[in-house]
């Protein structure tokens, strides 16, 4: 199957500060991306969906401001979690999908988010 | 909000045992589809079982989708110690537009554990 890489796989940072995570398709064109975080134990939340050239849609709930994502070409699609604090401790998983909704989702690693 | 429920949301049984997981959904889909996940780590793509399909089959791995119950079960024959994981269904539902259309849904989970 495709290969989707997050970058970097664990992180921690002070509280206040910004982080990015990577997310790349390695061997096909995605022009969708989707971001996710994971408490533990409990299932994927859809945090936004992201096309390649276009603003991202953020589900309810979710603060643009603070999950900046940016999918600036086919391959490559970022997260800046902005002024972190402890609660947006989590794991990060982001997808992608090549044109086509019905094409299958690949997911990524997986980003560990600690904010200390 | 999570359209699946899983059941059971553990289930522990012991090598060469049959594990069956279920999966409910509330809307109309275009497709439903299984992952796997190791703790602290992304998904991995199973199998997929579109709305026409009643059954499919991958390896040991067994689903079955009844459209009129809404609800779909995974089935993993002879189990091994390295099926250890947790399992998620997720719905992909297209329609008339909407928050969901062309994203996966997922469901909580059921952990699995094998016992050697």
């Known amino acids: 199957g495709a290969v989707v890489s997050q970058h970097p796989s664990r992180v921690i940072c002070k509280s206040g500060t910004s982080v990015k995570i990577e997310c790349r398709s390695l061997?096909?064109?995605?022009?969708?991306m989707f971001w996710y975080r994971q408490f533990p134990k409990q299932s994927l939340m859809l945090m936004a969906t992201?096309?390649?050239?276009?603003?991202?849609?953020?589900e309810q709930g979710v603060e643009k401001d603070k999950f900046l994502i940016n999918h600036a070409s086919l391959t490559l699609s970022t997260l800046t979690v902005t002024s972190a604090h402890p609660e947006d401790s989590s794991f990060y998983i982001c997808?992608?999908?090549?044109?086509?909704?019905?094409?299958?989702?690949?997911f990524g690693p997986g980003t560990r988010l600690t904010v200390t | 909000s999570q359209q699946g429920e899983e059941d059971p949301q553990a289930l522990s049984i012991q090598e060469g045992e049959n594990a069956t997981m279920n999966c409910s959904y509330k809307t109309s889909i275009n497709n439903l589809q299984w992952y796997r996940q190791n703790s602290g780590r992304g998904l991995v793509h199973l199998i997929l079982i579109r709305s026409n399909e009643r059954e499919k089959h991958s390896g040991r791995l067994r689903v079955t989708l009844d459209t009129s119950k809404k609800s779909s079960s995974l089935l993993i024959t002879a189990s091994r110690a390295a099926d250890t994981a947790s399992y998620f269904c997720?719905?992909?539902?297209?329609?008339?537009?909407?928050?969901?259309?062309?994203?996966?849904?997922f469901g909580q989970g059921t952990i699995l554990t094998v016992h050697p």
């Open positions: 992201s096309n390649e050239g276009s603003k991202a849609t953020y």
């Open positions: 061997d096909f064109q995605a022009t969708t």
């Open positions: 997720a719905t992909l539902r297209l329609g008339a537009g909407g928050t969901s259309y062309g994203k996966l849904t």
């Open positions: 997808s992608a999908r090549a044109p086509g909704v019905l094409n299958e989702q690949y």
